[in-house]
């Protein structure tokens, strides 16, 4: 069981750093389509926090502790921290790399709560891949228009 906490903290790590860089992104979008984006990444990242906070419910319901320091998600996030602000097209590229991160880390989690037959969390997972390739499509098209 401890392999299915360690991966949900994983997904935790992965969804708040992909929330942070999408914040981000919304305060410091720039261009033409500065409104629709600003917009696109606030509705992004309000979705994120509350998966986020599912996620940590998740690990409790578990019987461990949720991470909840920017040193330990750092350890745990397989996303890269973003320091620079990119061009809006590049924002929307690595976002669309990040989910995908995101997704691959949901879709381990969702195999080890079916292991080990945790069949709410396992659900949760399969929502959550979901929600994540409903944002992969979402960002795919606005790429498409770039």
Known sequence: M???????????ANTFALYLKTHNYHFNVEGPDFYPLHKFFE?????LWEA?????????????????????????????DEVKIPASNEMI???L????????????????????QEMGISNFFQDRID????????????????
Not at 131 to 146: D, E, G, V
């Open 2 to 12: 401890e392999d299915l906490v360690e991966q949900t903290k994983v997904v935790q």
């Open 43 to 47: 509705d992004l990242y309000t979705e």
């Open 52 to 80: 986020f906070d599912a996620v940590g419910e998740h690990i409790r319901a578990l019987g461990s502790y949720a991470p909840a320091s920017f040193s330990r998600f750092g350890q745990l996030t397989e996303i890269e």
């Open 93 to 95: 590229r690595r976002l």
């Open 97 to 116: 790399e990040d989910n995908e991160r995101v997704i691959g880390s949901l879709y381990r989690a969702y195999e080890l709560a079916e292991a080990h």
């Open 131 to 146: 929600i994540h390739k409903k944002h992969s499509w979402m960002l795919r098209s606005i790429l498409k228009r770039a």
